[in-house]
């Protein structure tokens, strides 16, 4: 779909919120893929126990009333050739404030699609800590006609990380604080 140097190009323009974000927070993390000639796919993890299936379609999990943090998480879906996956099926669910799943409806679980640029924009809270592992949320992405991945993502301030024995710092999201809230960035890889 791009050529070799269009590719670089893109690549190169999406690395660079990432290296003022890195750079100004003094924390050594691995960067979310870069566009190049072959990025790793985003690696899978478990769904947990708490997946459940049907969820419904929004762009924001933010309940009426809902205390906490407020967190956007947005980002790109690509494929291995680091092109952008449109329309590519992006499934939310993490623990209310409090460490608490809701397993009889859907509070704090939504799905959405990315758009003709492989984009997504998630409206949400930061989620509480669940007992034994650090904070994170659960997805599950899907290219249209691809494998589900599922997997889970980080925070880069959590000092639970440490100890968490899923945590994987490949999957750690890229956060600032602006305005109140928390800023979050993820690119997924999937096949």
């Given at each position: 779909?791009?050529?070799?140097?269009?590719?670089?190009?893109?690549?190169?323009?999406?690395?660079?919120?990432?290296?003022?974000?890195?750079?100004?927070?003094?924390?050594t993390?691995?960067?979310t893929?870069?566009?190049?000639?072959?990025?790793?796919?985003?690696?899978?993890?478990?769904?947990?126990?708490?997946?459940?299936?049907?969820?419904?379609?929004?762009?924001?999990?933010?309940?009426?009333?809902?205390?906490?943090?407020?967190?956007v998480?947005?980002?790109?879906?690509?494929s291995?050739?680091?092109?952008?996956?449109?329309?590519?099926l992006?499934?939310?669910?993490?623990?209310?404030?409090?460490?608490?799943?809701?397993?009889?409806?859907?509070?704090?679980?939504?799905?959405?699609?990315?758009?003709?640029?492989?984009?997504?924009?998630?409206?949400?809270?930061?989620?509480?800590?669940?007992?034994?592992?650090?904070?994170?949320?659960?997805?599950?992405?899907?290219?249209?006609?691809?494998?589900?991945?599922?997997t889970?993502?980080?925070?880069?301030?959590?000092?639970?990380?440490r100890?968490?024995?899923?945590?994987?710092p490949?999957?750690?999201m890229?956060?600032?604080?602006e305005?109140?809230?928390?800023?979050?960035?993820?690119?997924?890889?999937?096949?």
């Open positions: 779909m791009y050529s070799t140097p269009r590719r670089r190009l893109l690549g190169a323009a999406l690395a660079l919120p990432f290296v003022s974000i890195h750079a100004a927070s003094g924390q993390l691995p960067l893929p870069v566009c190049g000639e072959k990025p790793p796919p985003t690696p899978a993890q478990t769904p947990g126990p708490f997946y459940t299936p049907d969820s419904p379609r929004r762009t924001s999990l933010v309940e009426p009333g809902a205390g906490g943090e407020r967190l998480v947005s980002g790109f879906v690509l291995p050739r680091c092109t952008p996956l449109a329309n590519a992006l499934d939310f669910w993490h623990c209310d404030t409090a460490g608490d799943y809701d397993n009889s409806g859907f509070r704090y679980r939504g799905h959405l699609f990315a758009d003709a640029q492989g984009r997504y924009r998630l409206e949400t809270i930061v989620p509480g800590e669940y007992p034994g592992r650090t904070r994170h949320i659960h997805v599950k992405v899907q290219a249209p006609g691809g494998r589900v991945l599922t889970q993502l980080y925070f880069p301030d959590d000092p639970r990380n100890s968490d024995w899923i945590y994987r490949e999957l750690t890229r956060v600032t604080r305005s109140g809230r928390r800023d979050a960035r993820f690119d997924f890889v999937v096949t």
